[in-house]
């Protein structure tokens, strides 16, 4: 096709006014509704933020249940600190979780002995999927200068993912877990539509980034699925009774709701 001068003139005159026309400006990007929800922060690392559903406040265990008959938890409360019970078993909330951020502070005793997993060893399964240690757990574990299999140390995802980083505080310091948890999402026949997410921070620092898990925690063999709902949330009664791991501080912020 053959164009005439006159024709190629004219379009070229037409197509500077056209850009001029249409130039992005700074207001085609800014959003303004909706207006975020105003949160107001604890003064202090011990407080929750305003919407938090406060788990353990140093008082009592009303928010919490024994996993083994679902009675009351039957772990130790005393001077604002939660410790574990080893023979009582493992607690979890009574409430269930979809999404949601947690935050929980946990102490390792002072002059704790052994090595490897044998020293002070628990963990924070973020959704309780039935009875003993069904779910999916990040480790609680005394990883100051203690040398174990990397995917079991301290803010790993037990047996799936090492920490980026080992974050460690000494025995008898207390160490926090700022955790935001996406459970997995199922097909109706049970497949998995989209897996579990987690990002972790171990004592102000990242040591999970937002990784898709393989499935619950196994202690032997691959990690796998199965489905299910809203899930509580669970602490562990493991390790050594004569040196039990305390926790304080405990909340969670629901971010399954609008």
């Known amino acids: 096709m053959r164009y005439s001068l006159p024709l190629l003139l004219s379009c070229l005159a037409v197509t500077p006014l056209l ?21 107001t922060p604890g003064r202090t690392d011990a407080q929750p933020p305003s919407d938090a559903i406060v788990l353990f406040d140093g008082r009592n265990l009303e928010q919490w249940v024994s996993v083994n008959d679902h ?11 939660l410790t574990v019970n080893k023979p009582a078993g493992n607690i979890e909330t009574k409430r269930s979780f979809t999404n949601y951020q947690l935050h929980l502070e946990w102490r390792i005793p002072e002059g704790i002995t052994g090595s490897g997993q044998a020293r002070g060893n628990s963990g924070v399964f973020l959704a309780s999927t039935g009875n003993g240690d069904a779910g999916y757990e990040i480790q609680v574990l005394d990883s100051y200068d203690n040398k174990t299999y990397v995917n079991g140390q301290a803010a790993a995802i037990y047996k799936q993912y090492a920490p980026l980083v080992n974050a460690m505080r000494k025995p008898g310091e207390w160490n926090t877990y700022d955790i935001i948890w996406t ?12 897996p579990a997410y987690v990002t972790a921070f171990h004592n102000g620092v990242l040591v999970q980034d937002h990784v898709a898990l393989k499935g619950e925690t196994l202690y032997i063999g691959a990690p796998s699925y199965k489905k299910h709902g809203p899930s509580p949330i669970k602490l562990q009664a493991h390790g050594d009774p004569s040196a039990p791991i305390s926790f304080r501080n405990i909340w969670v912020r629901d971010l399954s709701q609008p």
């Not at 009675?71 to 600190?81: L, S």
């Not at 459970?183 to 989209?194: C, Q, R, Y």
């Open 183 to 194: 459970a997995p999402t199922f097909h109706d026949d049970g497949s998995v539509a989209t």
């Open 71 to 81: 009675g009351p938890a039957r772990w130790t409360v005393a001077d604002g600190i």
């Open 19 to 39: 850009a001029q026309g249409t130039k992005p400006k700074p207001e085609d990007t800014e959003v303004w509704s909706p207006v975020p929800r105003v949160v």
